[in-house]
């Protein structure tokens, strides 16, 4: 296959984004995509917060929605952009630009997926192999650096380990990223982000119930090891931190799908104060997946719970991406503080 280089699709890596964050005090979002409706919402409500985006596939993705296409939707979102932007100027009346688009790959399993995405495109990939003993961690991630950078591609690498499971990523527990190790680990693979284990987790149960407290009925969560941050910040002055499994399963989705007959119980996510705290530190991209999900499912059993006769998808699916546009432009403005700095 011809190699596609992610600049002809119209993408940006990550680099200038991170540093321009870290001085601004927020995070990029980064929000898994997996169909037209989810692309859609994520760029309606980025360029109207005027955000910079991560879109990102995950080895999910790829297999539900095929690569190819993928690639192209990519190519589509940045087009979009622009004519969205355009078209916000003209009626509102205030200049809108064009926001900045990164693909990337989340959770990479291997070189190979790696490798097979930068060719493809891709502007950012990471490789995840956390689950690898320390030394076989900086192996394959520095294989996957030397290759990546031969194309101007960032990489973001993984030390710790992540709870719950997300696609096909699980983990029965969480180990936080040992500050002592990221020094090292950095320098020998040249990563150019560093995914860190302080608290967050995959999916939609982040926590057992025991670990956590009930507050008015809901569970609340334990804090972030906000300390672990900070003598990771300390031993990595200036260097692009990740937080993946940040979604914060908001109370309102889950209780709706609940209502008109989804079953799933012990749902608990971080609470949005923290991950806000967090952005403003040098956490400079913020992974949500789970939310995006939990806000489309809800709007589609509550769409079709009102209007049984519905069978047109257009019908539940644009209830879906409304809520889930709702949620993404919430998330920049209110969360990570992105709104605003597409264009800095």
Do not use: W
Request: hydrophobic residues 40%; neutral net charge; contains cysteine.
């Amino acid at each position: 296959m011809a190699k596609v280089n992610y600049k002809e699709l119209g993408l940006v890596n990550t680099k200038k984004m991170f540093a321009k964050a870290m001085k601004g005090g927020y995070a990029i979002p980064a929000f898994n995509f997996n169909n037209m409706e989810q692309m859609q919402a994520i760029i309606q409500a980025c360029t109207e917060e005027q955000s910079p985006v991560i879109l990102q596939v995950s080895k999910g993705a790829r297999a539900y929605a095929d690569k190819y296409i993928l690639r192209n939707m990519a190519r589509g979102a940045v087009e979009y952009a622009k004519e969205l932007a355009k078209d916000l100027t003209e009626k509102k009346g205030k200049k809108y630009k064009a926001i900045p688009v990164v693909l990337h790959l989340d959770h990479g399993p291997n070189f190979e997926v790696a490798k097979d995405c930068i060719d493809s495109g891709f502007s950012s990939v990471m490789i995840d192999g956390s689950a690898l003993s320390y030394d076989e961690n900086v192996k394959l991630t520095k294989k996957v650096v030397d290759y990546a950078h031969k194309f101007g591609v960032t990489v973001e690498a993984e030390l710790g380990v992540l709870g719950g499971v997300e696609d096909d990523v699980a983990a029965e527990e969480s180990k936080y990223t040992k500050p002592e190790e990221v020094i090292d680990f950095t320098k020998k693979t040249g990563c150019d982000s560093l995914a860190i284990s302080i608290g967050t987790s995959h999916g939609r149960c982040k926590f057992k119930p025991e670990q956590c407290k009930k507050v008015n009925g809901v569970l609340v969560p334990p804090p972030l090891a906000f300390d672990v941050l900070a003598e990771i910040e300390k031993k990595l002055p200036g260097f692009p931190i990740v937080l993946h499994g940040a979604s914060s399963v908001s109370v309102d989705d889950v209780k709706t799908i609940e209502k008109f007959g989804g079953n799933i119980p012990d749902s608990v996510g971080i609470p949005e104060e923290q991950l806000r705290k967090a952005a403003k530190s040098a956490v400079c991209k913020i992974n949500i997946d789970s939310d995006g999900r939990l806000a489309m499912t809800a709007a589609v059993r509550k769409h079709l719970a009102e209007n049984p006769g519905d069978f047109d998808p257009r019908q539940y699916l644009t209830a879906a991406r409304e809520a889930a546009k709702k949620m993404y432009a919430h998330k920049c403005r209110d969360v990570l503080g992105s709104s605003g700095h597409a264009n800095d």
